[in-house]
């Protein structure tokens, strides 16, 4: 499989790339229900937090979420938390983003996913990540970090199709312990085919 990635990038509702499978873009308000869905689940929302999660609890706090992802690509168009849409299904399978790291005063930037478990094992989080990293290079940054909890096997395996340093266990950027993944600007470049 082929998975150029197409940066079509326009604007207010743009699209931000896509490939032949997927289209990462902004959240639309008319996903409130799918982000709710996502996010009031456990099995989701126990790897985006320390402690216990919170888990969403109704379509208004989901449009209200949402209106916060657009504010934040308003304020700064590099980075960003964007819907992952299936082309074939028009189905949102989940969300990537690229934001600032919490407690950085080196203005270090974190990539992450988080998908509906209806739409884990087809490598969506895989290619959506590469899409992002490939713009966040595009961009300028120097490099991106992954942070995970100690335990979420997946979205390590991810950190290391996407050809990741593992940095191992941080104390860093949020509390208790993350295992932490690295990418330079230059290793993405030599991974990437020529041609």
Request: charge should be negative; proline fraction near 4%.
């Amino acid at each position: 499989m082929t998975e150029s990635v197409q940066d079509v990038a326009t604007g207010g509702g743009h699209v931000v790339f896509e490939t032949d499978r997927i289209r990462v873009r902004p959240w639309r308000t008319d996903e409130a229900d799918r982000l709710l869905d996502i996010l009031s689940r456990y099995d989701v929302a126990k790897w985006l937090c320390d402690g216990e999660p919170e888990l969403m609890k109704d379509r208004a706090e989901a449009v209200a979420r949402i209106e916060r992802y657009e504010n934040r690509r308003t304020e700064d168009p590099h980075t960003g938390i964007w819907a992952i849409e299936v082309k074939q299904t028009g189905v949102t399978a989940g969300t990537v983003l690229l934001v600032p790291l919490p407690n950085s005063d080196a203005g270090e930037i974190e990539i992450g996913w988080h998908l509906h478990p209806d739409s884990h094992g087809f490598g969506f989080a895989s290619e959506a990540a590469r899409g992002v990293l490939a713009r966040g290079f595009a961009d300028g940054l120097a490099e991106i970090f992954a942070v995970t909890h100690t335990t979420n096997g997946p979205s390590q395996a991810v950190c290391r199709r996407l050809g990741m340093s593992d940095l191992g266990v941080v104390e860093k950027w949020y509390e208790g312990e993350s295992q932490c993944f690295r990418i330079t600007r230059g290793e993405w470049g030599a991974s990437r085919p020529v041609g």
